[in-house]
Structures are given as C-alpha cells and as structure tokens.
C-alpha cells in the first residue's frame, strides 16, 4: 500500500534546495577565505608605494575598508552584507560590487549562453550520427574533429580565428559587442541581442549578432568536442539495451525509436556533461572576453585579481559559485523530470 505524504519530485526538490543553501553558505567562507590568503597587500596596490610611507592615510583606507578587523569580524560583516543584498565596495571603481557585476555579468551570460547553444546542437547531432555510423568513415571523422576540439588550446583557437577572419578576410566584425556607430540598445536585460530585439533595433541586433559568432564559435569548441564524445557513448550504450531491439523488433519507425527511447534514456549523463560545460563556460571566458575585447565578467575579474580589489574578486567568485549552484539544481529537477527513478534517492 502507496504511503501517504509529500510527492516524490516535492521531497526531491526540497532537499536539493536545502543542499544548495548550506552549499551557498560555503562558497561565502571558502571565496573569503581564499581570497584573504592571496599574497600581496591591497593597500599598496590601491595607494602605491608613495602613500604607504604615510602612516596615517593607511589607516584612513584601512578603517574605511574594514581591514583593521579581525579576520572573523570581517567576514561575519561580510555575511551581513551579503544578506542585505550588499557585495561591498569596489576598491578600484568606487562603486558597489553588485552594480559593476549587473553591467558586466550579462555580456558573459549572452556570450556563454550562445556557446553552450551552439554546443549543445552541434555535439548532440554529431554524437548521435557518430552512434548510428559505428566504425563507418563519417564516425570516425567526427572523433577525430571532437579530439582536436577538445585538444586545441581555447587561447589559441581565439587569436587564430582574431587573425583570419577579421585581420586577414575581413569576413567578421573585430572587437566589442556592436558597431560604435550604431550605439548600444537601451538597456533591459544587458544581452545586446535580446535588448536589440525587445527595442526593434534590427539593425542593433545584426550587428550584435555578428560580433556574438566568432567568440561563441571559438568558446563552444571545446564542449561541441565533449558533447560529441558523451553523447556517442550514451548512445551506444542504450542502443544495445534489450527494450530498444524489442521495439526494434515490433517494427516501429526509426525516428520513433531514436527519439522515443534512446534519446530519453541517453539524456542523463548528457545534461550532466552539459551542466558542468556551461558553468565551465561562464568562468573560463577570460581570455577569449580579452581577445575579443568583450566587456564580460572574465575581464573584470582580472582586472580586479591584478589590483588586489578584494571586494570585487569575493564578488566574482561568489557569482561563479552561485551560477554552478544553480546550474546542478537545474540538473537535478531535469534528472527527477526524466528519470523518476532519480526522485527515490
């Protein structure tokens, strides 16, 4: 007899949001504590060596950035903070952590987003037509295409792609987010792409999504590799399982059971893989944002790493942490979405 109480996919959700919480409470302490070991002294990379001879303009900046508190008080203030909504002061631009971040987080979160996009459509297709070609000429070629993706450094993948397609062929747009000339679109979401959309900018929207390809392009190869290779195995796996030839056997369409069954069982571990990509996206984008000279997260954070701005580089990490929180809570409301038996545990 069926126990009475909470639905299954309930229970799950909740104690993957109590896990998430406690989870979120350690990355404060962890990016505190790290961020607090980094070698250097934050008052000479702010003053110079000039005002660190002043004794008393020390002090004055030391007092007015909370660094004359003991180690625990400056984190439980830090704590506050960070329940008040307030990610402190950045030490470099004066303003609040969480203002800069607003400006600079969602440039990252278009230009990922559209890699992992991009990602997941190229890897997806190319692993399942792998599976379905085993050991044919067009599997091994993607295997070997998926190899080089994931062997060819991201760095210099992006200076390759600057120098050919804009320096050389002039076939893309060089550096930024859009045209000098036509200005950014009023700002809703901070995404350029969708800001241009929602204002009926189409001319704003061409061109932003001219300079969104080649970055994209170059920061999904990696995952379109990763994807490619998970994908094929998933495949291959549920491909050779007994209620895949039954229905097979029953005379059902191809496409039927492709999508039907093998497709749905292979979605676990592809959402895995997937999840992961995509937070590693977000936080690995810093050389390509440099290359491409794309206002992102990736160029605030060094920025804020090489002038010891202590505030903002908490701020960061807590943002990257959060984003793969979310990221695997995501994960796990599709994995109990897909697979019920996932609720149980």
């Known amino acids: 007899m069926r126990r009475r109480g909470a639905h299954p996919l309930a229970r799950f959700l909740v104690r993957r949001v109590l896990l998430a919480v406690l989870m979120a409470w350690g990355i404060t302490l962890v990016t505190f504590v790290l961020t607090n070991l980094v070698p250097g002294d934050p008052v000479a990379a702010n003053l110079g060596q000039r005002a660190l001879g002043d004794p008393a303009i020390v002090a004055q900046w030391r007092a007015e950035h909370g660094l004359d508190q003991p180690l625990w008080r400056q984190y439980l203030l830090h704590l506050q903070g960070l329940l008040q909504g307030d990610l402190g002061t950045s030490q470099q631009s004066h303003r609040p952590v969480s203002q800069d971040l607003a400006e600079f987080v969602p440039a990252t979160l278009e230009l990922a987003g559209a890699a992992i996009l ?4 190229l890897g997806v297709a190319f692993g399942v037509v792998a599976a379905l070609r085993r050991d044919r000429l067009s599997d091994h070629a993607l295997r070997v295409l998926s190899l080089i993706g994931i062997s060819v450094p991201t760095f210099w993948l992006a200076l390759m792609a600057f120098y050919l397609f804009f320096y050389r062929l002039q076939l893309t747009p060089g550096s930024g987010r859009v045209d000098a000339a036509l200005g950014l679109a009023p700002a809703v979401t901070g995404m350029q792409t969708v800001d241009a959309l929602l204002a009926g900018r189409w001319d704003i929207f061409s061109s932003a999504v001219a300079h969104l390809v080649t970055p994209a392009l170059v920061l999904a190869l990696y995952t379109i590799g990763l994807l490619t290779r998970f994908t ?39 959402i895995t893989v997937a999840g992961l990509a995509f937070g590693s996206l977000l936080s690995g984008t810093v050389l390509v944002e440099a290359i491409f000279a794309w206002p992102g997260i990736g160029q605030y954070a060094y920025k804020s790493a090489t002038t010891l701005d202590l505030p903002a580089v908490m701020g960061v990490g807590l943002v990257v942490g959060v984003v793969y929180l979310v990221i695997n809570l995501v994960v796990d409301v599709l994995y109990g979405v897909i697979d019920p038996r996932v609720r149980l545990h």
């Open 232 to 270: 094929r195995s998933a495949v291959l796996e549920v491909l050779g399982q007994d209620y895949v030839r039954a229905a097979r056997a029953k005379g059902l369409p191809g496409r039927v059971v492709l999508f039907r069954y093998v497709l749905r069982s292979a979605l676990v571990p592809i």
């Open 118 to 121: 991009v990602s997941l459509v």
